[in-house]
């Protein structure tokens, strides 16, 4: 079976600007193969394995050709592959090659397009491509001198009405400034240039055609950058939208999107994840229905593992009638209610009542962790695996943690290096057992919230500006 190779856009780097299409061959792929630009956020939900030609163990770049030869491979072993490129697959970074290598070797394959920074990231930064009183074309240029040595012809770019975007081009700033003068454009036309376009490290600097490499330089702006020259430049003073959180980078441990990161998202934060824990499921024997019992339940998970058992033997939660159900917190509580099942009270862990036998019923670690009464059955249903990460977290710049759980995962998950780093990030904790966890973890700047969207907005807010002693341009 021959496999499949998709040229997918991954768009200028907010992994929220990929198209529907690219999601959808993310999530189907065996492979993906990307690129250094390529924001590793975009594929955290996808399974497939994943390849980075930016760069190996040893740092040197994988050729083109090894490139080429690896889709090729891939494809032939019948895998579905995803080559990921920055932005468009078409704009520069010899995509056009690939595919034409494809071709040659009878590969299938498809091109889903991607935004290109060259167009998006301008807009990031507040400035319109063209402009009815402004620009009427756009010119796309790539700054990086090619290995044949073909020049440029800087006499037409220079003399071109409309805006100009270099591509690649930080290496080559006093060059393209020198020639675009040289070859007529007045040294007064404005310029920016707009670094990590919609990434949390955006940045961005204006200035014109004699100054900007002396601003470029102390504001020590490198590459990856889009190099903007035009009037169009001029409207960023008016157009350019900053956001409460905007160049903030939060880490919230769920495993898929949530509520909570689309809503610190709409104001301007970049928001990543880390993998919770994995459940596994552990057998047990099923107690005898009919017989009066008192189920205390540690953790609701448990529990609906528990009814999935049942149900799996043919028996719903009706059958569980003559059973008094009792919780150990309000989490449990409210959860199991979710399920359609209304508890008959809460009870403290240690003081459970003496006289009657009674099942508890939990996950493995924690179960194994507490003590327990002498008249006390135990079913153990799960087990939590820790799923371990390489995350980098000086990367970020604050924490959200909705529960304890979720604080115990990722100190389970992390190298102790990594830990030291944690322990010093600002965090908010949502509740007071959370806080707590979090304190237990050792983390130092710890704030207590509710739930409540906009507390939590305000108190992010408030823990990172007082964090924060550089004020990033956007
Ligand atoms: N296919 C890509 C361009 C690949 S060439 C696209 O359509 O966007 C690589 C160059 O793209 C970089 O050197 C830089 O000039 C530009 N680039 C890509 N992503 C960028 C980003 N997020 N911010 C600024 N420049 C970016």
């Not at 167009?119 to 074309?137: C, E, F, K, N, V």
């Not at 409460?244 to 919230?252: A, R, T, V």
């Not at 695996?385 to 710049?397: C, K, Q, R």
Request: hydrophobic share 40%.
């Amino acid at each position: 079976m021959s496999g499949f190779v998709s040229l997918v856009g991954a768009g200028p780097g907010d992994p929220e600007l990929l198209t529907v299409l690219g999601r959808r061959r993310l999530l189907e792929a065996d492979v993906i193969v990307y690129d250094r630009l390529v924001n590793p956020s975009l594929f955290m939900m996808s399974s497939a394995d994943k390849v980075d030609v930016g760069k190996m163990p040893n740092h040197h770049k994988f050729s083109q050709y090894k490139i080429n030869e690896l889709l090729v491979e891939l494809a032939t072993q019948g895998k579905r592959v995803v080559r990921l490129k920055a932005g468009d697959p078409y704009v520069f970074g010899r995509g056009g090659e690939e595919a034409q290598y494809l071709c040659a070797h009878h590969i299938d394959y498809e091109v889903v397009p991607g935004i290109t920074s060259a167009i998006a990231g301008l807009a990031a930064a507040g400035i319109p491509i063209t402009h009815r009183d402004m620009a009427s074309s756009f010119h796309i240029i790539t700054g990086h001198r090619k290995a044949n040595g073909r020049q440029l012809d800087w006499a037409n770019v220079a003399q071109q009405e409309g805006t100009l975007v270099f591509l690649m081009g930080m290496k080559q700033l006093p060059v393209i400034v020198d020639e675009l003068v040289k070859n007529g454009r007045p040294a007064d036309s404005a310029v920016a240039i707009i670094q990590w376009a919609t990434r949390w490290q955006q940045r961005t600097v204006t200035g014109n055609l004699s100054n900007i490499v002396e601003i470029a330089n102390q504001a020590q702006i490198g590459a990856p950058a889009l190099i903007v020259v035009g009037e169009v430049v001029k409207l960023r003073d008016e157009l350019n939208v900053r956001l409460p959180l905007s160049g903030k980078h939060i880490l919230i441990p769920y495993k898929v999107n949530s509520k909570l990161s689309e809503l610190l998202k709409d104001q301007g934060a970049s928001v990543d994840y880390f993998e919770r824990s994995t459940k596994q499921p552990l057998p047990f024997d099923i107690p005898d229905l009919d017989k009066p019992e008192t189920l205390v339940i540690e953790d609701a998970e448990a529990f609906k593992v528990f009814l999935d058992v049942l149900l799996a033997h043919n028996i719903d939660s009706r059958r569980l009638n003559k059973w008094r159900l009792l919780v150990t917190n309000t989490v449990a509580q409210s959860r199991i209610r979710q399920l359609g099942i209304i508890t008959d009270g809460l009870i403290v862990r240690n003081q459970l009542p003496k006289a009657d036998a009674i099942i508890v019923i939990g996950e493995a670690n924690q179960l194994a962790r507490e003590k327990f009464a002498e008249n006390e059955t135990q079913i153990v249903t799960y087990k939590r695996v820790p799923v371990t990460h390489e995350i980098d977290l000086n990367d970020f710049h604050g924490v959200v943690f909705p529960s304890s759980l979720a604080v115990q995962d990722l100190f389970a998950g992390i190298s102790d290096e990594a830990k030291k780093q944690l322990v010093t990030l600002p965090c908010l904790a949502m509740g007071r057992h959370v806080l707590k966890q979090c304190q237990q973890n050792g983390m130092q700047k710890v704030q207590l919230t509710s739930a409540e969207p906009e507390e939590i907005i305000a108190k992010l807010k408030g823990v990172l500006d007082d964090e924060s002693n550089s004020v990033i341009d956007r």
